[in-house]
């Protein structure tokens, strides 16, 4: 499996990354389903303790970074796939979610291109691969 894995903006469901949990699918699905850009998720299994799974993706505006959230964090309580935390919710630059297993960033584009938070935690991949 690649380090960095991203995956295509598509109309409809993202597939679940190949041995994916259902967590992950969902969060995959929702962010699909609410057109957050530029998806990526990184497989962080066995590399660190802190999630199996951190996924980044963009809004276009802090008011669709904020809704993503929102939706994000009820579609996850609704299934009953743990507790979350949400953070940075009230600005909405950058929002993270932690939802156990799945960590997700969500950003408005400059703030992401900023950070660049794919380019620290790919573990030297040279370019994102397509799912």
């Keep these: 499996m690649m380090p960095l894995e991203s995956l295509p903006a598509t109309a409809g469901i993202a597939a679940p990354l190949a041995g994916a949990s259902p967590l992950h699918g969902l969060v995959l699905s929702s962010l699909d389903d609410d057109q957050a850009q530029e998806v990526v998720s990184i497989p962080l299994e066995g590399k660190s303790s802190i999630a199996d799974h951190m996924v980044i993706a963009s809004g276009r505006s802090t008011r669709q970074v904020a809704a993503i959230a929102t939706k994000l ?27 156990g297993d799945v960590v997700v960033h969500l950003f408005r584009p400059e ?19 397509a799912a």
Excluded: C, H, Q, S
Aim: glycine share 10%; charged share 25%; no cysteine.
């Design 73 to 99: 964090a009820e579609r996850i309580k609704r299934a009953g796939l743990g507790p979350i935390r949400i953070e940075g919710l009230p600005a909405a630059d950058w929002v993270l979610i932690d939802a």
């Design 111 to 129: 703030v992401r291109t900023f950070y660049n938070l794919e380019r620290m935690w790919g573990f030297g991949a040279a370019a994102p691969a």
